[in-house]
């Protein structure tokens, strides 16, 4: 079968891991890359593919079959617009869209237009989080209770030179935070109720840092979320999953905790603990690691968009179903005191 011929809007460091999974690809090949910057011109040439400032031009110029959103979090709606337009199917990075409305204008245009769409919350594709809900539709957890997700980390000063990282959308809640979101939503089902805390105190930017959140889902279960991008900890999926080999893996910790009322299981470790005989809090518990797949998530997620691009599946995570893990997140950041 011919390969799928993806564009890709953005050139920074998300982008470029784009590039370079649809270079290796099978089933894919790359279009062409819109980045006005000139390193992306010159990172277009080295691919051998077509360059242009804008998105609106390389679409018009290459007339790809799909398109991938790498850009800042504040143009993903006018592309994703840009694209449905000319019916194209697109991948857009999460969030969806720095603003509710504009995630739902997505979503009613994509809609209205049978045009697919996929948002990057790569992480419902990965074998780790596959094997932890599919313990949890068998049920062996149980009922879930309870949900713990962390993502704490200390990102270094030269991660906040890139301009738009230190502005309303650069925040740890809508870059690293919706990911947990998200992740709880696939696992343990829509959110109900959300009450949070968040704080810029640590940092000199018109941002969050650091953020706590409540919640209530759906099915009756509770649960909590922290974050910061100024502390030191090994809680995040950043390193403790191996997902990226650029982070230092941290092999003897998690940073999503469920419970239930028949187990209990960490993520990414899949540790699967309960009861093997009486059961209370004076009983031991024995441990089971559950296996896990092969697989990498953004290969994986690729592999999803070119067969929804061609008609032959339904999206993992549509625009509007992404608007609401980014309706918590916002909840979250708006939180700020």
Not at 171 to 183: Q, R, W, Y
Request: charged share 20%.
């Amino acid at each position: 079968m011919e390969k799928l011929r993806i564009a890709v809007a953005g050139a920074g460091l998300i982008g470029r891991r784009h590039i370079a999974t649809i270079r290796a690809s099978r089933v894919a090949s790359l279009a062409g890359i819109a980045d006005p910057s000139p390193a992306a011109a010159a990172f277009a040439a080295e691919c051998g593919v077509p360059w242009a400032a804008d998105l609106e031009a390389l679409l018009d110029r290459v007339k790809p079959a799909a398109a991938i959103l790498a850009t800042p979090n504040a143009l993903h709606a006018s592309g994703a617009l840009c694209c449905i337009a000319r019916r194209v199917p697109v991948l857009i990075e999460k969030p969806v869209a720095g603003r509710l409305s504009e995630a739902l204008a997505i979503a009613d245009a994509a809609e209205a237009a049978g045009v697919p769409t996929l948002v990057g919350h790569h992480r419902r594709h990965h074998p780790i989080l596959r094997a932890a809900r599919d313990a949890i539709r068998e049920g062996r957890l149980g009922r879930i209770v309870a949900a713990v997700a962390m993502t704490l980390f200390l990102k270094p000063d030269l991660y906040f030179q890139t301009a738009w990282r230190i502005g309303p959308d650069g925040g740890p809640v809508l870059i690293n935070l919706i990911h947990d979101i998200d992740a709880l939503r696939f696992l343990v089902g829509e959110i109900a109720e959300v009450k949070a805390m968040a704080s810029g105190a640590l940092k000199s930017r018109p941002v969050e840092d650091t953020a706590v959140a409540a919640m209530r889902f759906e099915s009756g279960a509770l649960g909590t979320l922290a974050v910061s991008d100024a502390a030191v900890s090994p809680w995040s999926w950043e390193l403790t999953s191996g997902e990226n080999p650029a982070y230092p893996r941290q092999t003897d910790a998690s940073c999503l905790f469920l419970t239930g009322t028949q187990a209990a299981l960490d993520v990414p470790q899949l540790s699967l603990r309960r009861y093997a005989g009486a059961a209370g809090w004076l009983d031991p518990l024995s441990v089971e690691r559950l296996a896990v797949g092969a697989g990498d998530a953004l290969d994986l997620q690729l592999a999803h968009f070119v067969r929804l691009a061609r008609g032959e599946c339904p999206s993992e995570s549509d625009a509007r179903d992404a608007a609401r893990s980014l309706a918590v997140a916002l909840e979250v950041r708006e939180a700020v005191v």
